[in-house]
């Protein structure tokens, strides 16, 4: 494919396929998506679907191999450029001898026009055969691209120049001089392709993004089998395994270290500079690398679970999706060639009528002219290939965009939504203080031990703080039978045959359960240090209350303060009370705050912000955040959590910095500038440069536009297109 006209041909065909519901195809990848029914259609279907308009395909999972494809690349690569050296060396030969002001300085044999036909004939029908190939299927089948323009132009130019040369005496019997314009068709077809050379050249440092994770991979993994340590293949790693890792080695798979403690570099998959510190118990991402100590993990994923092939699984199908402001372009490229057919023709008229003598020579140079700047090529490219270069850099940043149309929104958001537990904090909450009620009998022990009994069946963060603080202590646990879990209040069941609730004060109403005056004041006390505030009731009597606290991340304060320098609204959204929910806002920057929300209310209160006409961004980690993630106009999910989180979400946060969400911001801007910057030259180009081809300056100051510099703008347009796009890869976080 070489021009945006391509494109939704292909898409046109493909779509017209019974079972067919969506197709998407990219020019900058040169793929296409299809979303069909496998009962009613095959895979030779979508196949004879791309060559029944002009083109060639291959299933992905068919498809060779990085190298092969690589190797396949080159030698693509290279046959493109013998036929430009070839194209431009026989071209130049044919305009020394035949271009006014040079040809008196050529030899004799250059000048002589069967020489010239001789030198034309291999460049237009060998380096132009590609133009051909594409041309003739298409017309077939009603379609039209820029390989008919380019095979138009340069075959009118090249039948006029042979038969001046076969039949001299007829061309002089209408009294026009017999003179061929073979150097037109031949450097033309020669500066196209050294265009499209460049731009194929270009157009791979656009997909480094994705090499660059591919080769982070390790190759081997050394794993112990039998009692023994063998170095075995990647591939042949298998879930259960466990692995050696030495200091200095890529450890192979993701995993879970079972014995040692090391620091580990993961900057590669998640931009973070500094070590990580691991031991046992902790988890271990694939293509990491292992900085000081030798440690042993469990592989837990492999092959395409693990998270280095998820990142490059997301960033292929960002780059392969579609922004909405490419399909406007596409539309409008879809009647752009017909258009310019039609416009070559007028012009060939109006010159043939009212051009000065020769009238015939003067319509057909500027028809060719026309056919030959009008080349959409430029507008295809604009947007794919800075959204390759775009979500290939927020990658290597630690920041996974899911598709173009969420890269092109980020940049249009005005509220950040952040939920606290786990995305504003770390997620794991430590208890700072427990208080015995007088007159209970209890213990500040027992009130502990009641706590972490019923708690040992719950999964919350919170649960786990005080499960933990009961083993510090070393109290020995009851047995909790009728365990249940009450969502956004607490839980409920019985330890030592007596009914405990346990949870917030919505639970204790909920319950009837009556917090005397002095109970209240401890609660406000321990909130105002923005401490989540536990209370324990036994039998409808309170029984203690137990504070639990959860730090903020390092870059919280820093993050919520990059965006509000952008002027962005930040909100807090949490199921804590407000008195807590204020003391963690206050200490991180945020004024507007969304506390004691349910779950299930998360969504509501997304939406209900949206209605104030604001493109809302929702940051969250939890399963109970996913519907609040995918209510959002841009879902932000922190990758250190669910996986439904992460699919959930637009953008993920593979770095785990809040910091991110500012970036991703300014990534998606800057994408944007570069698009609408690529678009207007593109579209600006074709605006200015198709009314000087057909002659608009010629009655005022006597300018025509030469077919040859025609081809020289259209080769340089895409290329610059490409090289901006390229610019992005300045970008830093």
Not at 150 to 169: D, W
Not at 461 to 480: F, M, N, P
């Amino acid at each position: 494919m070489h021009c945006a006209s391509c494109v939704r041909i292909l898409e046109k065909s493909l779509s017209r396929v019974e079972g067919v519901s969506n197709c998407v195809v990219n020019l900058a990848t040169e793929t296409a998506t299809v979303t069909y029914d496998p009962k009613k259609v095959a895979d030779n279907d979508l196949v004879s679907a791309v060559a029944n308009v002009g083109y060639k395909a291959g299933i992905e999972q068919e498809l060779k191999t990085e190298d092969q494809q690589k190797i396949e690349k080159e030698k693509e690569l290279k046959v493109l450029r013998n036929k430009v050296a070839a194209s431009l060396f026989l071209g130049s030969l044919i305009l020394w001898g035949s271009f006014p002001g040079l040809m008196q300085f050529a030899p004799a044999i250059l000048q002589n026009f069967w020489v010239q036909l001789i030198l034309a004939t291999p460049v237009q029908f060998w380096a132009g055969l590609i133009f051909y190939q594409a041309t003739i299927p298409a017309l077939r089948h009603r379609t039209a691209n820029m390989d008919t323009l380019v095979a138009i132009g340069t075959t009118v130019a090249f039948s006029y120049s042979a038969f001046v040369t076969i039949l001299p005496q007829v061309v002089e019997n209408i009294g026009v001089k017999p003179e061929p314009y073979f150097d037109v068709s031949t450097i033309i077809i020669g500066l196209i392709l050294l265009g499209r050379y460049f731009e194929a050249k270009a157009k791979v440092g656009t997909s480094e993004a994705i090499k660059k994770l591919i080769g982070l991979q390790a190759k081997t993994a050394r794993v112990l089998r039998d009692d023994k340590e063998v170095d075995i293949p990647i591939t042949e790693v298998v879930i259960g395994d466990t692995i050696r890792v030495r200091p200095g080695e890529k450890i192979p798979v993701d995993g879970e270290i079972i014995e040692g403690i090391s620091s580990v570099d993961e900057s590669m998959v998640t931009g973070e500079s500094i070590p990580a510190d691991k031991t046992k118990g902790d988890t271990v991402i694939g293509a990491t690398i292992n900085k000081t100590g030798t440690f042993l993990y469990k592989a837990t994923k492999v092959g395409a679970d693990t998270m280095l092939s998820q990142i490059i699984k997301l960033v292929q199908e960002a780059q392969a999706s579609k922004a909405p402001i490419q399909r406007l372009v596409d539309l409008i490229s879809s009647y752009f060639v017909p258009i310019v057919i039609m416009l070559a023709m007028a012009t060939f008229v109006v010159w043939y009528v009212f051009g000065p003598t020769p009238a015939f020579l003067f319509a057909m140079l500027n028809m060719v002219a026309v056919l030959i700047i009008a080349c959409p090529c430029a507008m295809g490219l604009a947007t794919p290939t800075a959204i390759m270069v775009g979500t290939g850099m927020g990658a290597e940043n630690g920041i996974l965009i899911k598709d173009a149309e969420s890269l092109e929104t980020a940049h249009k958001i005005k509220t950040v939504i952040f939920d606290k537990t786990g995305t504003l904090t770390k997620g794991k909450p430590e208890v700072t203080d427990v208080v015995r009620l007088q007159g209970t009998g209890y213990s500040v022990q027992e009130v502990i031990k009641i706590a972490a009994s019923l708690e040992k069946g719950s999964e919350h963060s919170l649960a786990e703080a005080i499960v933990v603080k009961a083993k510090q202590e070393g109290i020995k646990l009851s047995k909790a039978d009728k365990f249940k879990a009450i969502p956004g209040h607490g839980i409920e069941g019985e330890v030592d045959k007596k009914r405990v609730v346990f949870g917030n004060r919505k639970l204790m109403d909920k319950e009837k359960v009556e917090v005397q005056k002095l109970v209240q004041d401890d609660i406000e006390r321990l909130e105002n240090e923005g401490k989540t505030v536990m209370i324990m009731a036994q039998d409808k009597k309170l029984v203690g209350l137990i504070a639990v606290a959860d730090t903020l991340k390092e870059s919280a304060k820093e993050g919520v303060e990059a965006l509000k320098i952008k002027g962005i609204e930040v909100v807090m959204i949490t199921g804590d009370n407000l008195r807590t929910a204020n003391a963690i806002a206050k200490k991180v920057g945020i004024k507007r705050v969304l506390a004691e929300v349910l779950p299930d209310q998360k969504e509501t209160e997304v939406r209900k912000i949206q209605q104030e006409g604001k493109v809302v961004a929702m940051v969250g980690d939890g399963i109970n955040d996913a519907p609040a993630l995918a209510a959002a106009d841009i879902g932000i999910a922190m990758g250190t959590g669910t996986d439904v989180a992460i699919e959930a979400g637009d953008i993920t946060l593979v770095n785990k910095d809040l910091r991110s969400v500012a970036s991703a911001i300014e990534l998606s801007k800057k994408t944007m500038r570069t698009i609408k910057m690529n678009l207007f030259w593109a579209f600006g180009y074709n605006i200015i440069l198709i009314p000087v081809a057909m002659g608009i300056l010629y009655p005022f100051f006597h300018i025509l536009l030469n077919p040859i510099f025609a081809s020289v703008a259209m080769a340089s347009s895409s290329i610059s297109v490409v090289s901006n796009s390229l610019l992005l890869k300045r970008f830093k976080t």
